[in-house]
């Protein structure tokens, strides 16, 4: 079992960038749906992005399609997010999340997500 640590939140006005990182430990990297979510106060947890085991997949919200670009390093064992034309909507805890296996339709069901990282917060201001 992978565990997972983001990194690279902070607060940025409207329009600007910022990548979020998420390294991993642990055994198996390779062989994981990885993906990311997000939660603001009040709101329940989103999927924003997934990518598939090998990488040769990748799933967005409509949310933020075209915005984000979701990647990994597999040597580095490390997950990114790319976000880009960030708006005050995207105000919100960011967690990186591994299943083992496919991603799948579903891939935005934090159910089917059993390891989690801590979360590391993005604050757009506008």
């Known amino acids: 079992q992978v565990q997972l640590v983001e990194s690279g939140g902070g607060s940025v006005q409207a329009g600007g960038s910022l990548r979020l990182s998420c390294a991993a430990s642990?055994?198996?990297?390779?062989?994981?749906?990885l993906a990311w979510f997000r939660q603001a106060p009040g709101k329940e947890r989103e999927g924003v992005a997934a990518?598939?085991?090998?990488?040769?997949?990748?799933f967005y919200s409509d949310s933020v399609k075209g915005r984000f670009t979701i990647s990994q390093d597999i040597a580095k064992n490390t997950l990114f997010l790319e976000m880009n034309s960030l708006e005050p909507e995207d105000t919100a805890m960011y967690y990186c999340?591994?299943?083992?296996?496919?991603?799948?339709?579903?891939?935005?069901?934090?159910?089917?997500?059993?390891?989690w990282g801590q979360g590391t917060q993005v604050t757009v201001s506008s």
């Open positions: 999340a591994a299943m083992y296996g496919l991603c799948g339709g579903a891939w935005y069901s934090s159910l089917r997500y059993k390891t």
């Open positions: 642990g055994n198996g990297y390779p062989r994981y749906c």
């Open positions: 990518i598939s085991p090998g990488g040769y997949s990748t």
